[in-house]
């Protein structure tokens, strides 16, 4: 058998990679697009704005957004100023060591674990050992340690890509450590830190089944903290599920995947203001 | 710089206004109603109108299946328990029960399966995965894919009370979670056989008469369907006021209308 | 700088709170998971295909055996076309278009798993069921599904480790007459494959745990599949379709579930942090 040229192997090699990769990026756009065909034009501002009516069938999800606002946004309150004084404690305060290596081993492995074992967790410590019930408080919890490692990992890179002359300048003019890491490091670090937590926000917005076993899936608007709320992720399953309405089912996947949208289209142009930044 | 503490500002208030909206309307107590998932649309359809009677009062429906909604109840997380299934003996000291509907077990296949009927013996057979071949009960040549719920459901646990007696599900049967999954599936695949709630079937499947008994609300009315199961609403003892107002909404004429109308058969 | 030193103790117990809250999880789980698995035997537990609940069985042999099918099929899919997108996007494609596609790609790892779910069950399922046979729902379908999530793992990983190479090498292989495709494959691939290996592994994590998705695409039957058009039902959605119901052996028996995938996780998440350090430690020695 003659050996191929390397030229030509060249040349069949990677028309079968750019094969490949049209065909994935053409999935994923047929993805996007199957469901905003067919959900767009079932979103109108009463959708938005009405409470479901006859078990979803009609009506809107109004419930759902102030849910979904709810659950994700507690998450990423609560998550983000841990994640960041760990990022913080672990880029400024320390020198690599044992204790460094365990706090990054810690993150690693939660970053790894699936969201139905969060979930399992969620079910058995929040909801039930410490009474907070299928609430919006339970889900919350759940998916801020959920997201976390996101936060720690995303915040520790940005502190790292503040130039040290930026920390020297402040030492020389006379300040402590917490005011060159609070007023120097972390505004500089700020568009960075902000790219993590707007996509943990995404992270949690998307989470079906770690909600569904902390939250719960009450239909109503939930009107405490401890109140079981459903999230839209959640309400297009059961919707879709249960077969109620298809074109209700679609438009909630629309709004749920535009909002996703939004949110990396805003992560990704702060992420950009890091790097044009002048150094 | 500015610009980003601008913007994280911005986030937070954003996020603060959403979180303040959900809690400025406190009420008073709502109603917790948890349990099988089979009730719950029904139940939520009660509750909306009930609120839309009654807007200082609130009801909170929530899934779980029945058997969870019983244990809620026992664990007072929920004023209300929805049971699909009759109280087995173990648990009936512990509450009470009170039929608020009556719901027909349809076995539904795929319109272009020939089979019209079904005796109980043969449908036990076709779960139990004695009976492989549609042939054998007078379909066409092909293979039969039975569609169970999952483990705990009341629509499940009453199939088995009523059809399967000591056979056990095979464990070849594809398992759904929930009524309007175990239809998508029949509607679209030619050799599967289900069971569902008669109130939620569909014009697109088609029910099989069982032991010559066409299922419908009358024969179930009649006690003619064998396949037919209670919807408990089940209480710890005597409920609370809110609670009861509620209850007294759902056994209320309207109330049984409106269970009437969407498929199911009244209490009495 | 006593106050300096305040500061920093106080940072440290927030640092600590990912370590803890792993360790709760850790506790929670194995505590609810393990006296059945002790009960039942971890033979039986284990190796027994037999899970019905209702009379105290609890064998979770084929769920296992599904997850692992399931998760093989969908690593082979995502592998395939992941990596040869990070290699694509990487080495051959104009910047200018990689610096559309990566961000795309990145978008479709935030979009909800409910939804390719969905997406799954009304496209692929039926073409399956129409053109291959059987119930549609199957090892198949479940790994074309997984495979499609798992895509943006591999892909930005992969990515990562390819960029980490120094770029000398690839001056180096090409001054020497070596084509671009050699080049890739001879010395890229070579100097990132702990990297690549890494995001592989991170990949499988993601997929063994992915849960809602495959509950509608599956078909969630307990048997051990035959063939690839066979029904599966994986530890995850063996986890979330009775999670709702159980209550006591039961929801041990769930638990204990959740065990078997924890320990699964870990394992792989460990090999996968010690390649990714070693990617990392190549990359920096040369």
Known sequence: MRRVSPRTAQRIVVSIMWLLAAATVGTLVFIIAFILVHGVPHITWEFLTQSPVSMGRKGGIFPMIVGTAMVAGLAVIIAAPIGVATAVYLTEYTRESRITAVIRFGADCLAGIPSIIFGLFGFVFFTITLGMGLSVVSGALTLALMVLPTIVRTSEEAIRAVPYAYREVSYGLGSTRWQMVTRVVLQSALPGICTGIVLSLGRSISETAAVMLTAGSALGLPSSLFDSSRTLALHFYILSREGVSMSNAYATASVLIISILVLNVFAYWLMHKLVRKPR | MIDGSIMLRLCLAALLVAIGAGCGNSQSHAVKVVGSTSIQPFAELLAEQYVAKNPTLGVEVQGGGSTAGLQAVANDLADIGMCSRLLKAEEEGQYTPTVIARDGLAIVVNPENSVEALTTEQLQGLFSGKIQNWSEVGGEDGPVRPITREEGSGTRESFVHLVMGKERISRRSLTQESNGAVKELVKGDSAAIGYMSLGLVGPELRMVRIDGVEPTAGNVIAGTYKLARPFLFVTKGTPDVDAQQFFDYVLSDEGQQTLESEGLVRAQ | ?286
Not at chain 3, 133 to 148: K, Q, Y
Request: aromatic residues 6%.
């Open chain 3, 1 to 286: 700088m006593k106050q300096d030193k305040l500061i920093a103790l106080a940072l440290l117990m927030v640092a600590f709170s990912a370590v803890s809250g792993l360790a709760l999880i850790t506790v929670f789980i194995f505590k609810e998971g393990l006296p059945i698995i002790v009960k039942t035997g971890p033979g039986n537990f284990f190796l027994s295909s037999d899970w019905d609940p209702s009379s105290g069985n609890f064998g979770i042999f084929s769920m296992i055996a599904g997850s692992l099918a399931v998760t093989l099929c969908a690593m082979v899919i995502g592998t395939v076309f992941g990596l040869g997108l990070a290699i694509v996007l990487g080495e051959f494609c104009p910047p200018g278009l990689a610096a559309i596609l990566k961000p795309v790609v990145e978008l479709l790892a935030g979009i909800p798993s409910v939804v390719y779910g969905f997406v799954g069950v009304v496209t692929i399922v039926p073409l399956i069921r129409t053109y291959l046979g059987g119930p549609g729902l199957s090892v198949l379908a479940s790994s074309i599904v997984l495979g499609i999530m798992v895509l943006p793992t591999v892909t930005s990983i992969s990515m990562d480790a390819l960029r980490a190479v120094p770029r000398t090498y690839w001056q180096g292989s090409i001054a020497l007459g070596a084509t671009k495709w050699q080049t890739t494959h001879m010395v890229m691939l070579k100097a990132a494959k702990s990297g690549i290996a890494a995001a592989i592994i991170l990949g499988m994590g993601r997929a063994v745990g992915e849960t809602m998705a495959v509950i509608m695409v599956a078909g969630n039957t307990l048997e051990v599949p035959h063939s690839i058009l066979d029904p599966v039902r994986t530890l995850t959605s063996n986890i979330a379709l009775e999670m709702g119901y159980a209550s006591g052996q039961h929801r041990e028996a769930l638990f204990a579930t959740g065990v078997t995938l924890f320990v699964i996780i870990m394992i792989l998440n460990t090999i996968a942090l010690a390649m990714a350090r070693r990617g990392a430690g190549e990359g920096r020695t040369r």
